[in-house]
């Protein structure tokens, strides 16, 4: 059972179960209140635990596993800092305009003591989320903002820059990323394109357009899983 009241989601899930693939618009802040979770992104595996507080940087290619432990369900909290509200924050506290971000995809915080609380103080309004109106999110969404800039103004760097991502590589990046079910736009965005232009150097790159050489990747990445698990499963008849 999932629960999404504006940008704010609870997770609740007693069989283990994969996340939909899905394509990170915007940073997340998150808590996993039991079990665990392995997540997968276009730039690396990350493992948490019961406890584990995470953020995570947007315009990302995720996939997710959630897996409940000793009979208890997986239970998750999670807040998306959406654009609009990190904008207004950052003129409510003059901050200035940031350089391009370079760092981590995805930073640690499961020690910090005051994000524990906060998340804490989240757990009754998912018990009833008519008190969860748009006002308190927003405040809520201020409060948490507060406790990452300015207890940790480190982090106003992979807060506050607003740039979309440049222009990289696309054969590398497609050839790392294809098996991510998300549409040709996203990808375009993630590879600092337009629609249009990639599928322009999808043509110059691939000599093919972007869903037939899509297609015929996957196809040949689930021949090479399917071979791989037929012999290996020939090793023990």
Aim: proline share 3%; aromatic share 10%.
């Amino acid at each position: 059972m999932s629960v999404q009241k504006h940008n704010l989601l609870y997770s609740c899930v007693y069989e283990k179960e994969r996340g939909n693939e899905q394509f990170v618009n915007e940073h997340a802040l998150g808590i996993i209140l039991s079990g665990g979770l392995h997540l997968y992104t276009n730039n690396g595996t990350v493992t948490l635990k019961k406890n584990s507080i995470g953020l995570i940087r947007r315009n990302q290619l995720a996939k997710s596993l959630k897996l409940p432990k000793s009979n208890k369900p997986f239970k998750a909290i999670n807040i998306l800092l959406e654009q609009n509200a990190l904008k207004k924050y950052a003129k409510i506290n003059n901050i200035e305009k940031q350089n391009s971000y370079k760092g981590d995809y995805m930073i640690e915080l499961t020690r910090d003591v005051f994000l524990k609380g906060y998340f804490e103080s989240l757990l009754p309004y998912f018990n009833n989320l008519q008190k969860l109106t748009e006002p308190i999110s927003e405040i809520k969404t201020m409060e948490a903002l507060d406790l990452l800039f300015k207890v940790k103004p480190e982090l106003s760097n992979f807060l506050f820059d607003f740039k979309d991502p440049h222009k990289i590589d696309l054969e590398a990046y497609m050839n790392q990323n294809f098996t991510f079910n998300v549409s040709l736009d996203k990808f375009a965005k993630l590879t600092g394109r337009s629609l249009a232009t990639i599928k322009r150097d999808f043509q110059k790159t691939f000599s093919d357009s972007p869903g037939r050489w899509l297609t015929k990747k996957r196809l040949e990445e689930a021949h090479f899983l399917l071979d791989k698990k037929t012999k290996s499963l020939q090793r023990y008849i």
